[in-house]
């Protein structure tokens, strides 16, 4: 039964790290202090021709019931993605069986190899065949506990024989990151010099979030493309704290911009003004709550215990905000319906709400779901292809939206009139 329970635990630990861990590089130092778990995964990381992978163990100690436990039966290996799916039915078929004795696998070393403390064991491994790797440590002694320190190193070699520590599929992210970055930073100063030809009557609140929005999300960019060029280069962050900054402004702004914008709250309509202040204090919340939970992620790795939790949290917390935004944006679109009854032309320009309120919700469950899915059928070399797809539908709608809900005047887009506005203040407090 105990067997048992161990294989599953193994099988679905490979199968849910797998999905949810994103090739990443940079070299690292790790401690592991009294694990349990049959298999722990390290890194994943796209390799090309010619690869390596540096590994350092030290301050290495078992626990087990047995005084001298079989340290051949506890070690690391790689094992590609190819051989994944051969990997799991081997595991299947025999859930006793140890996984570093697979032949699918490719054998690293065992805790037999090791030197006596307090020498450290040093080792580099050449990869000679291109594709995503994945770094496993297996335990295969029942009811023992592991403490270690994993010092570890991925990286390609380029053709002058330098280093590049980003994974096969993120080595054009640096570039990309900076074109759209500097596009970002265009669009803000477009925006920012056109308030100078509009009068102050037309100036809405809504349009001193836009340019703060677009400048936060340059340098978000900018941050970004800066920290994985450096990750390139040396294999450590350098940027990271600055990007993290940033990127919490921008997701704040950016809900909060939708929500004003797609409720129709830019111009503070009594209607949706109570419930839109509900649903902004929550999402503004629930979105520094899930960037705390991204950054846990990223600053760790799947190797600790509750990575898989903090993804969760993440993706939970991110898909409530969503959730609620399209609840408020659905609810003001019928709130709105009914008060333009009867009226031609108001009833146009609500047209054009709904439409914009539409490419809101697809651009949520586009970024959302789609490019999740996308992103897991992608293959590895190509990771850097669901990112320019995101960037690009983010710019578009941020074109969108600046374009429809822009400095225009108040009047051409306004559905309710001044005296509509007192007959909805009536109708909220009925």
């Known amino acids: 039964m105990m067997s048992k329970m161990v294989f599953i635990t193994g099988v679905l630990t490979v199968v849910v790290l797998l999905l949810l861990s994103p090739s990443t590089a940079e070299i690292k130092t790790i401690t592991i202090t009294s694990d349990t778990r049959p298999l722990i995964l390290f890194e994943k990381f796209g390799f090309t021709y010619p690869g390596r992978v540096a590994i350092a163990a030290s301050s290495v100690a078992v626990v087990a019931p047995s005084s001298q436990p079989n340290l051949s039966r506890l070690g690391f290996f790689l094992i590609s993605e190819k051989s994944l799916p051969q990997f799991i039915i081997e595991m299947e078929q025999n859930p006793t069986f140890c996984i570093l004795n697979s032949?699918?696998?490719?054998?690293?070393?065992?805790?037999?190899?090791?030197?006596?403390?307090?020498?450290?064991?040093?080792?580099?491994?050449?990869?000679?065949?291109?594709?995503?790797?994945?770094?496993?440590?297996?335990?295969?002694?029942?009811?023992?506990?592991?403490?270690?320190?994993?010092?570890?190193?991925?990286?390609?070699?380029n053709r002058d024989a330098s280093r590049n520590y980003l994974s096969s599929g993120h080595t054009n992210l640096p570039s990309l990151l900076f074109l759209f970055s500097f596009a970002y930073f265009s669009f803000f100063l477009a925006f920012s010099l056109y308030?100078?030809?509009?009068?102050?009557?037309?100036?809405?609140?809504?349009?001193?979030?836009?340019?703060?929005?677009?400048?936060?999300?340059?340098?978000s960019h900018l941050f970004a493309a800066l920290d994985m060029h450096h990750v390139k280069l040396t294999g450590t962050h350098g940027w990271d704290v600055f990007f993290f900054n940033f990127d919490l402004i921008r997701v704040v702004l950016l809900f909060s911009v939708v929500i004003l914008v797609g409720t129709r709250w830019t111009f503070l309509h009594p209607l949706v003004r109570e419930r839109g202040k509900k649903v902004?204090?929550?999402?503004?919340?629930?979105?520094?709550?899930?960037?705390?939970?991204?950054?846990?992620?990223?600053?760790?790795?799947?190797?600790?215990?509750?990575?898989v939790t903090w993804n969760q949290v993440f993706l939970l917390l991110d898909l409530i905000s969503c959730f609620a935004v399209v609840f408020l944006v659905v609810w003001s679109m019928r709130s709105l319906?009914?008060?333009?009854?009867?009226?031609?032309?108001?009833?146009?320009?609500?047209?054009?709400?709904?439409?914009?309120?539409?490419?809101?919700?697809?651009?949520?469950?586009?970024?959302?779901?789609?490019?999740?899915a996308f992103k897991t059928v992608l293959s590895y070399e190509y990771q850097w292809v669901s990112n320019l797809v995101e960037e690009t539908a983010t710019l578009v709608f941020c074109i969108a939206m600046?374009?429809?809900?822009?400095?225009?005047?108040?009047?051409?887009?306004?559905?309710?009139?001044?005296?509509?506005?007192?007959?909805?203040?009536?109708?909220?407090?009925?």
């Open 195 to 219: 308030p100078r030809h509009v009068s102050k009557r037309s100036l809405e609140r809504i349009h001193l979030l836009m340019p703060q929005l677009l400048l936060a999300t340059g340098l």
């Open 337 to 372: 319906r009914k008060i333009t009854e009867g009226e031609p032309a108001a009833a146009m320009k609500f047209s054009l709400i709904k439409r914009f309120n539409l490419v809101v919700i697809g651009y949520l469950f586009f970024t959302r779901f789609v490019m999740f």
């Open 103 to 157: 032949p699918y696998t490719s054998h690293l070393f065992t805790f037999l190899d090791l030197p006596p403390p307090p020498a450290t064991f040093n080792r580099s491994y050449s990869v000679t065949i291109s594709d995503e790797y994945s770094l496993f440590f297996a335990n295969c002694v029942p009811e023992s506990s592991v403490s270690m320190e994993i010092h570890t190193e991925f990286f390609n070699l």
């Open 402 to 430: 600046f374009y429809v809900f822009g400095l225009l005047e108040k009047d051409e887009y306004s559905v309710i009139g001044d005296e509509e506005e007192q007959v909805s203040e009536i109708v909220v407090k009925e």
């Open 280 to 307: 902004l204090f929550l999402v503004i919340p629930l979105q520094v709550l899930a960037c705390c939970a991204y950054s846990v992620v990223h600053d760790t790795g799947p190797y600790i215990i509750n990575w």
